[in-house]
């Protein structure tokens, strides 16, 4: 056997499954040593028969064997150190030479259940004996958690407290004081959802195992607390806590156990006192939540300000206040005349004050309940008052309430001064760098969402461990104001940072803000033409002092300190710099840069003066910028670069577009009469049409037409021009069906189809519209799905939803509606996927329109509401798609039944879309109106019914065409021309079975009851 001083074991069963001698372990690889071990462990001294061994270890094994194996087992033990002492009466464990972590230390953790998982294959009997030893085990430590928990808890360190019901969790699921302890933790920290769900679980479980109600009553109290009382997240003072609280864990403590020292009868004052903005109101919140959830009376004392405020002015108000609580009628009736008559009384002298009956009032109350007295800005406090209180917490005296003060230094009112005996004072000491920029990184996340993780540093370097003063300077940061509102402190910090910079120091500081996230080391060494040892150098420099960080490889600084750097550097310099910058990154113009570079390429030009080169970019990269950014990025973006920009002509090129990320599709419904139409080709925009009407409800007119086609003709123009003029003008003319002009529109078309720089997408658009409008099927159909193949690939987001969408309306027109269903979901998804809320919501109105021809009201009214939701949220207010949205409710509530909701609707629509002129717009109008007409009929309405009549049947495509047939039967019923329009409908809808479409079923069910469609409607 090898040497003594290696026989010391230790058995580690709690949560663990293994033996320490030594270097070396024991597991249960080595079944039989492993299992004779724990068979004779549990207690340790017990000594153990070899028959008892012999039928655990080896069942099944005849005795001459079986006693061999023992023999064996214990002799590999010993080889190993293990002292297994061997007598005549049996095998036992010495306690000198093992210890074991379930019985060692008395008050320490524990690391979980007794040998959790071990189940013996080899033994039943050893694995049935293993269970029952499980419970005396946990019964034996069962109470030692506990009084660690209540140590842990009633001295505030809720972190250990958290520790301890965990493991009293693991060994007891169903131990109410643990459950009741990680609920009211849980609910500190801010999760309060999941506190109620494991009080839930626990009471669910708890109305299973208990025949009664009282032993889940704490629990129901706790409960009901977290769900009810315990205080929200915002905080007067200092508007929004997020995140865990960081750096003040010992003061918490500190005041935490007041609490618990209130309760058993040792309440006490405290003086929270520190500079502002350090986390005084954010302490006494979470101690206010503690206080809650323990079943504590919160009461808040104000503090005036007024310089002749009355004596006793605060002790006035905590006396009116605990005589309306419960428990003041505890106090003798001679005793409460006597505070009244006090609190009714005008005049004091400096020493008339009931302090005894206050004193017993104050005991009366809190002895029916707890009270925790929360005085802020104590500075204000007259000195009376704080005397009175002063002496309510001498030494000696069993209370219990506990009262909380907080201002901003350790002195007391400088008009009068008041040495404070009895009250304790807890200072705040500044925090460390890490702790404030945990803290701010917490606010950041859900306050400013664009702050980054170099501006974050930055504050946190700066905020001299004041978390205040680290959010104010993150929100100047990101605050575009002039300079001069920089406070003079965060002046003072950037001036006296920056003097103590080298010139290369503050050019790297420069350009690490210019350049962002391209900022790598390379690169920055290539723009600043600096030695690798000078780099180096400066940058180590920068590291240490907290003002640069290297973040996967990027370099990074604070915005605040990069723009104080610039101002620092000569024009020139600070120009060179960027242009070298820029040109690695401008190195292939042909390839396209990726959102983030494109911005800082934009960034670098101007800062360098090179505004022409940026007007340039935008001519070659914007198409792809709007294809693969957001629209809420886009607009940010831009509008950052534009306060950059010197010439106007940048200024106006960034302005377009982000007026046409802004606009999606918000198409603009004039409401005057007499459309004035201009159209310039954007020169900073890709080759894309710059269109923006829709095939269905655009405003037109003979004149606008007119100017349009003219525009359509000129040579001056390039091809691209022409042509996007000719498509609008094939729009308009196709909404006024005037066939003249689509003619001379298409021939327009027709003249520069072939050039090169013309858009696909707008050809296979311009077929579109005209053999739609001329009612030949197969065409029309062709030209859609050759305009979704180029929808597909454009490089402009509104283009491919817009090109989508046409050919849906076109699909659908002739049947096809579950093609054209899936084209407008896809035009969804590409809106929703970049954040252009436009198109969104032009793409829910269409398809609840679509819903609504086949009498789908679910999916109608899921497509409507979303669409109305979009447009709350993201205040879209264009008079096309707000108008459509009313127009297509309307309709869904006359497929309901509720005329009242229609005719709401209705006339939400007809007064954004005012009264059209011509067209389909008007057509529209009127549909409107007929469909939603009560009361009696007037000779406008006549002639109303009488021109929506004359224009169903006169045109190859109008998308509303039995929309407009319904609104004749509706106004028609219960007339004496009921049957003759019925009969009027019947006719048109037997002609549209045979040009190919479907038929309405809302417009079958109105007309004649005989009625039967040659042709089946098409279902989605």
């Known amino acids: 056997m090898t040497d003594r001083s290696r026989s010391s074991a230790r058995l580690l069963f709690m949560g663990g499954q293994r033996i320490e001698i030594g270097s070396d372990v024991v597991t249960p690889e080595s079944e039989r040593l492993f299992g004779m071990l724990v068979r004779l462990s549990v207690p340790l001294g017990r000594i153990t028969s070899r028959q008892t061994m012999l039928e655990t270890i080896w069942p099944g094994v005849d005795d001459a064997n079986g006693r061999h194996n023992l023999r064996q087992t214990v002799y590999k033990a010993r080889e190993i150190g293990l002292v297994v002492e061997s007598s005549e009466d049996g095998l036992r464990l010495d306690p000198r030479h ?35 030893q499980r419970t005396g085990v946990h019964a034996l430590i069962r109470p030692r958690i506990i009084r660690a928990l209540q140590t842990a808890r009633s001295a505030g360190d809720l972190l250990a407290a958290d520790r301890h019901a965990q493991q009293l969790l693991d060994i007891d699921t169903l131990n109410e004081e643990a459950t009741l302890t ?20 626990y009471l669910a479980e708890m109305g299973v195992l208990s025949a009664g109600r009282d032993a889940a009553l704490p629990a129901q109290l706790l409960r009901r607390r977290i769900a009810e009382k315990l205080p929200a997240v915002s905080y007067l003072s200092v508007g929004k806590h997020h995140g865990p609280l960081v750096g003040r864990q010992r003061e918490a403590k500190r005041l935490t156990a007041a609490l618990f020292d209130a309760r058993a009868g040792r309440g006490a004052g405290v003086l929270v006192y520190g500079p502002d903005g350090s986390g005084k109101s954010r302490l006494l919140h979470e101690v206010r939540k503690s206080a809650v959830l323990q079943g504590m009376r919160v009461m808040e004392l104000p503090c005036g300000s007024a310089p002749d405020m009355m004596p006793f002015a605060t002790v006035r108000l905590l006396v009116g206040r605990l005589l309306d609580c419960p428990g003041a009628m505890g106090v003798a009736p001679e005793a409460l005349d006597r505070l009244r008559r006090w609190l009714a009384s005008n005049e004091f002298a400096p020493t008339d004050c009931p302090l005894a009956e206050i004193e017993d009032l104050l005991a009366a109350v809190s002895e029916e309940t707890p009270l925790l007295l929360l005085v802020e800005q104590v500075e204000r406090m007259d000195a009376e008052s704080l005397v009175r209180l002063d002496r309510v917490y001498r030494r000696g005296v ?42 701010l990184a917490a606010y950041a996340e859900v306050e400013q969402p664009h702050a980054t993780s170099d501006q974050v540093a930055f504050a946190s370097v700066f905020s001299e461990g004041i978390p205040m003063y680290g959010i104010e300077m993150l929100g100047l940061m990101l605050d575009h104001g002039s300079p001069d509102v920089i406070p003079f402190r965060v002046q003072v910090a950037l001036d006296r940072a920056l003097r103590e910079l080298t010139e290369l120091q503050c050019r790297l500081l420069a350009l690490c803000g210019l350049m962002g996230a391209c900022a790598r080391q390379p690169h920055v060494a290539t723009a600043l033409q600096a030695t690798p040892v000078d780099l180096t150098s400066a940058l180590d420099g920068l590291e240490q002092a907290g003002y640069l960080q290297c973040e996967e490889g990027v370099l990074r600084a604070s915005g605040l300190l990069s723009v104080a750097a610039e101002h620092r550097l000569k024009p020139n310099v600070l120009r060179m710099d960027a242009l070298r910058a820029t040109e690695p990154l401008l190195a292939d113009t042909q390839s396209e840069l990726e959102p983030a570079t494109f911005y800082i390429c934009l960034r670098l030009l101007i800062v360098s003066g090179e505004e022409a080169r940026a007007r340039a970019l935008i001519d070659v990269q914007a198409g792809t910028l709007l294809r693969r950014d957001t629209a809420a990025s886009v607009v940010w973006e831009l509008a ?42 954007n020169l900073s ?103 979704v193949a180029e929808a ?25 509606s579950a093609s054209a269903q899936g084209l407008l979901l896809e035009s969804r998804m590409l809106a929703f996927r970049l954040g252009y809320h436009a198109q969104i919501m032009r793409a829910d109105t269409l398809l609840g329109e679509l819903c609504l021809s086949h009498m789908d009201l679910d999916g109608a009214r899921a497509y409507l509401d979303s669409a109305e939701k979009v447009m709350f949220q993201n205040d879209i207010r264009a008079n096309l798609l707000c108008s459509d949205l009313y127009l297509f409710q309307c309709w869904r509530a006359l497929l309901e039944g509720d005329v009242v909701l229609a005719q709401r609707n209705a006339r939400s629509s007809l007064k954004i879309m005012a009264r059209p002129t011509q067209g389909t717009a008007l057509c529209t109008y009127i549909t409107t109106r007929l469909a939603t007409h009560t009361g009696a009929r007037t000779r406008q309405s006549e002639k109303s019914f009488q021109f929506l009549k004359q224009s169903i049947g006169s045109r190859p495509f109008y998308e509303g065409e039995q929309m407009a047939m319904a609104a004749l039967l509706l106004y028609a019923k219960d007339s004496d021309f009921a049957d003759s329009t019925a009969i009027f409908v019947q006719k048109h809808c037997e002609r549209i079975c045979k040009e190919g479409g479907f038929i309405w079923e809302f417009l079958a069910s109105l007309a004649l009851s005989s009625y039967t469609p040659t042709t089946p409607p098409t279902s989605t």
Request: negative net charge.
């Open 792 to 816: 597909r690939v454009v490089q402009d987001v509104h283009l491919a939803c817009t090109g989508l969408r046409n050919a849906a309306a076109a699909l659908s027109y002739y049947g096809d």
């Open 98 to 132: 093992w210890t074991c972590d379930w019985d060692d230390p008395p008050f320490g953790d524990i690391a979980g259940e007794w040998l959790r998982g071990y189940e013996p294959a080899f033994s039943e009997e050893l694995a049935g004996w293993i269970a029952t």
């Open 640 to 681: 950052q670069l534009r306060e950059l920009a010197k010439s106007e002509r940048l200024k106006s090129a960034f302005k377009e577009v982000s007026e046409r990320v802004n606009g999606g599709a918000q198409n603009v419904r004039p409401s005057k009469k007499g459309l004035t139409v201009h159209h310039p080709m």
């Open 398 to 439: 069993l209370r219990h309430h506990v009262m909380l003060l907080t201002t901003p230094a350790a002195a007391t009112p400088l008009e009068s001064p008041v040495e404070l005996q009895w009250i304790e004072r807890v200072p705040l000491r500044p925090l460390r760098t890490t702790e404030v920029r945990a803290i």
């Open 182 to 201: 990680r609920a009211e933790l849980m609910a500190m920290q801010g999760a309060k959802v999941d506190a109620l769900k494991l009080l839930d679980a």
């Open 685 to 787: 925009l890709p080759s894309i049409s710059s269109t923006t009407m829709e095939m269905a409800h655009s405003p037109s007119s003979d004149s606008a037409l007119s100017i349009v086609l003219a525009r359509s003709r000129q040579p001056d123009m390039l091809p691209r021009e022409r042509l996007a003029e000719a498509v609008m003008a094939m729009f308009m003319a196709s909404n006024i069906h005037d066939l003249g002009g689509l003619d001379a529109a298409f021939r327009a078309v027709e003249a520069v189809r072939h050039c090169a720089d013309v858009n696909p997408f707008d050809v296979h658009r311009a077929d579109l519209i005209y053999h739609a409008s001329l009612g030949n099927r197969r065409q029309a159909t062709e030209s859609a799905w050759n305009l």
